[in-house]
């Protein structure tokens, strides 16, 4: 698609500085961009490419302005312009309503004539699909699953029996929603399986990544509230309650039955315990281990970052001996004191 | 189904303190429970919920009777009760025996005539599977792979060839089983594969957890013994050797070539270093790494918990100065005895 | 297969030290090996077993010839000879070319007439597969993707549109290539979808093992370049580069736009931060966090491996007081000088 620069600040908002008539047709980064694309400044890591950047136009923050050497589209802000100029250039291809001949629906499911189902996909009993939603190709949807609209699944999602998905939500390939928790129950030694009878729902407007998992209720049900952004291989346990427009990066592990507020945001690979509550706006940076509930918004962490390893090692070693050192520090002050 | 209390009771061999005649129809928390429905308390943390439930009768234990204000089903263990409440009220889906018309079935294989396989299922030569068995929609199960009685496989499960599967196993959505282990050799500077030519065999009982992996040896065999529990997301090298009845929750990952023994518990997100050994009953809590072999029963850890992100950042910055740290305690000690 | 000694020596170029004519025909452990099985020696771990093996033959180092029992095959390199021989011994099985009748491929996509598609396999519009590669049951091509020659994709591997793999490259069960990046920008406390529009290029000899995650690029794109050898449930962000033959271990999360080096090593559930820069020859122990970009090669390391727990307990509360124990040090160094 072509369009002028004109149009795009009128379709962000933005003002222009430049050539309205200049024509655009895609964007790339401020280092690889060509004339004939748009950039944008929004990471301070960039900023150093911004002297040379060939792009025809750059979206900009005002206070950037000067240090722009091409036509700048001036916003507040960049990354959130950014994302609109994409969906102009690049729209969500259309769907073509229908069923696959390939398909296996079972006739008590119950399929919106403006959905759309790929090849391989399997629907069964009392499964509802909404107006507009997209299940791609070698999707099971186990029975009685109800699907909101204009909700799109990529290839290979599973979904378990009797759960709920809400509209406008993205599952990635390879997603499973709604499997066993990990309920057992240790009878002298013999671990006994705890029938999980509780489902999951998911709210509108859910992003969930590859190969993300989510398990169902227990008792009661595992709850995904609106807008919550999760990325790949997530692992949610049984009943975990998570506050809508939280966002969760990849690899996070949460056990089953603990609550997150909103607005919390959730490092890579971090981990958070069992039974806890965490309040609304926290922040848990990446590697972090969650243990205990989390009472006041903040920032929490407790990952450590690399460092060479013959001195990690040292360290390692003087961390095990940590309390002795404690202990050391401890009797010197005592014999200060002492012979004052 | 509806159920009188003393049914419940006389099921579960509890003794009950109140109406045997009152009727009840499910489960809930503590906190949910309505009348007609039964609930339990088994975590102390839960403890605050049981003066106003509202639930017709607990599952309790003998020291919690009197803080009961309703009815009570008395036991000794009221999680392994509650377990076989949950069943009596929502016994498994009978299996309908047969092959869907769609599934693709080598001639070679042999299925039991009372086992159920699904929708698009693939079976691939030679494989056996046992009477009472149920295959989801989309498993595949390569050649040589032979599975016991009354196993069930969820949706989209990889079992690659020649692997065995005992009897009652569960494997979720999304497992994979007897793929090449991650075996190469790096010959100056360029990584040639080794080919992996052991199997997998997992014993009786286990249940395994959505998107777990399971590598086959690389010469010998990867063994799941009976009884193991694996959540979701976890990740097993080659070689690997897990003994009877051990639990392993979420996101752990270990390497190859290790043996863990009976009765372990390997909490979420730990990592297992390769080619150790673990003897049973030990405990390993969550985020922990191993990185050595463990000789003696007992409770290992390395995670650390969260602390406040300003404060966090200043340990870090101790930490890596923790070697100085200790040598100047050191010097401060000899200084100290010197002056003496 | 049955061989004699003699032309497993001359097909991997080693020095025999034994009958020639003695017939093996598979091999086995140290520990394990019988006769007519050869093993090896290459982890140090594994010498105690040398002096009582049953195998036919030893493939071994000179500087261990002395100290083995029964026939030796001397080399230099003796786990890259017994790759070999496990390639002799088990030749990989021969693709049968053609395309499985339920298969469902577009008229527009190119399969090369040596290529092999199996069951219920999914290819779109314009995807190309190439000479001798074979696409396993299951798996979802999605368009205008490019696959090389001699590649092979286990079953249930799902491949987004747009993305290009190279040749003689092997894609393990539940892979997913292509999907969108975690790529969202908050307005006012809302989460906005920055639409994904870079993709992924694999380049040739690139292994990925079970359900490991690589996301395509937001502008650009997604680079593994060649000989790059990826382990189980690796999570590899948008815009991420990896360069040529890198190894990464199991559970690895990768954070977006991260450049790692050439002939890197990266340790099981380590993780990586964003935007980082890793130069060439850099080894990540296992467990670590990368939280700054790495410019000298080297070993790194973060990881702690555990300790009892009740001393765990005593070293975490110490740790959290670790900067007070810091200023009580350096106050006692204070008034020690002062003394003087």
Redesign the interface.
């Known amino acids: 698609m072509t369009c002028t620069l004109g149009k795009v600040a009128s379709y962000i908002g933005a003002e222009l500085t430049g050539d309205p008539g200049c024509e655009v047709s895609d964007?790339?980064?401020l280092e690889?961009a060509k004339p004939g694309q748009i950039s944008f400044l929004s990471?301070r890591?960039y900023y150093r490419f911004l002297k040379h950047t060939k792009a025809s136009a750059v979206i900009i923050k005002r206070e950037d302005l000067d240090a722009c050497p091409v036509s700048s589209l001036v916003v507040d802000?960049p990354?959130?312009s950014?994302?609109s100029v994409?969906?102009l250039?690049?729209p969500?291809p259309e769907i073509v309503p229908g069923i696959h001949p390939?398909a296996?629906v079972s006739p008590s499911a119950s399929i919106d004539g403006s959905a759309a189902i790929?090849?391989?996909v399997?629907i069964e009993d009392k499964s509802v699909i909404g107006a507009g939603t997209f299940i791609?190709?070698?999707c099971?949807i186990?029975s009685d699953v109800t699907i909101g609209s204009n909700t799109r699944l990529?290839?290979?999602v599973?979904l378990?029996h009797s759960i709920s998905i809400g509209s406008r939500v993205?599952l990635?390939?390879?997603v499973?929603i709604g499997?066993?928790g990990?309920?057992?129950?240790n009878?002298k030694?013999?671990?006994?399986?705890?029938?999980q009878?509780g489902t999951v729902i998911i709210g509108d407007d859910v992003?969930i990544?590859?190969?993300t998992?989510i398990?169902r209720g227990a008792?009661?049900n595992t709850l995904i509230e609106q807008?919550v952004?999760i990325?790949?291989?997530v692992?949610i346990?049984h009943n975990v309650h998570i506050g809508a427009?939280t966002?969760i990066?990849?690899?996070v592990?949460i056990?089953g039955s603990t609550t997150i507020g909103k607005?919390c945001m959730i490092g890579?690979?971090s981990?958070i315990?069992g039974?806890l509550e965490i309040v609304d706006n926290v922040?848990?940076?990446?590697?972090?281990?969650?243990?205990?509930s989390?009472n006041s918004p903040?920032?929490?962490?407790?990952?450590?970052?690399?460092?060479?390893?013959r001195?990690?090692?040292?360290?390692?070693a003087?961390?095990?001996?940590?309390?002795d050192?404690?202990r050391?520090?401890a009797k010197?002050?005592e014999?200060?004191i002492e012979k004052r």
Chains 1, 2, 3 share one sequence.
Not at 182 to 185: E, K, N, P, R, W
Not at 298 to 309: C, K, Q, R
């Open positions: 964007l790339a980064t690889s990471n890591k802000d990354y959130m950014y994302a994409v969906g250039f690049y969500e390939s296996i790929g090849p391989n399997i791609d190709s070698g099971v186990k990529y290839p290979n599973v378990c993205i990635h390939p390879g499973v499997s066993d990990f309920g057992i129950a009878n030694g013999i671990w006994t399986k705890i029938p009878i992003e990544g590859t190969n998992s398990d008792l009661e807008g952004k990325d790949n291989q692992q346990g427009h966002a990066a990849g690899c592990a056990a607005h890579g690979l981990a315990n039974h922040v848990i940076t990446g590697c972090s281990a969650v243990g205990n989390i903040g920032t929490y962490s407790s990952g450590i970052p690399v460092t060479e390893v001195l990690w090692r040292r360290i390692v003087r961390i095990r001996k940590l309390d050192l404690a050391k520090v010197l002050e014999d200060i």
